[in-house]
């Protein structure tokens, strides 16, 4: 959902779990839009934040392995995984 919101240009400025509805088996969904910021490019930097504020927000529970492979989808799907690290 992440990667798709961000290659429509679309921001959450205060992304965090609470903010998800998930379930398995369904599309997850977006609550809160009062932060939601749209334009034409998600900067790296706006992109960087949401994935940690995310990851942050996630239980411990979640073993490493999984988040990384979450990353790794993102990546994948969000068209950025070929930018150049800085």
């Known amino acids: 959902m992440l990667a798709r919101l ?3 240009g679309v921001y959450h400025a205060d992304l965090k779990a609470n903010n ?9 969904l977006l609550l809160d839009y ?6 034409a490019r998600v900067s790296r930097r706006r992109r960087v934040k949401n994935l940690a504020q995310l990851n942050a927000a996630i239980p ?4 490493g392995t999984l ?3 979450a990353l790794a ?3 994948a799907e969000s068209g950025y995984g070929d930018e150049p690290a800085r």
Request: charged share 35%.
């Open 60 to 63: 411990d529970a979640v073993p």
């Open 67 to 69: 988040r990384e492979a």
């Open 6 to 8: 961000h290659r429509r």
């Open 73 to 75: 989808r993102y990546l």
């Open 20 to 28: 998800v509805i998930w379930s398995p088996g369904r599309e997850p």
């Open 34 to 39: 009062g932060r939601v910021r749209c334009g």
